[in-house]
């Protein structure tokens, strides 16, 4: 259970070794840390946590990153998100463009694989 202090990330990534690494990072930056992998459940789940980080797929099978993003942004979330994906740098880039232009808070991209070190500077800065 997370302290009142401690902040929250949810990992959404179809991809759950690389969900579990995201998990890994956030918890040595104490931070309390949720996985979900089915990013259908993604509504549910974020209304339930109000989470203070989003680490967000691009690409998923069911709600893709972006369709996502443009709900956030109609709820005017107030949630900083991080953007990883292994396709083309471009869908990434675009996404952070729409998620900004949209009003969402710190919106930052990281290309798949991730080291360690780039998951903990991003999520360090998020915080």
Do not use: C
């Not at 759950?16 to 259908?40: G, I, R, W």
């Amino acid at each position: 259970m997370p302290t009142a202090q401690q902040k929250t990330v949810l990992v959404v990534d179809d991809n759950a070794d690389f969900a579990e690494f995201v998990k890994s990072a956030a918890e040595m930056l104490h931070l309390n840390a949720v996985m979900l992998t089915d990013s259908n459940r993604f509504q549910d789940v974020f209304e339930e946590l109000s989470p203070d980080i989003l680490v967000l797929d691009m690409v998923m099978p069911g709600i893709e990153g972006t369709e996502i993003v443009d709900w956030l942004a109609e709820r005017k979330a107030d949630v900083k998100v991080i953007i990883v994906s292994g396709f083309n740098p471009l869908y990434s880039k675009i996404a952070r463009t729409l998620a900004e232009a949209k009003g969402l808070g710190t919106v930052m991209t990281l290309r798949k694989p991730v080291r360690l070190a780039e998951m903990l500077a991003a999520l360090g800065d998020a915080r």
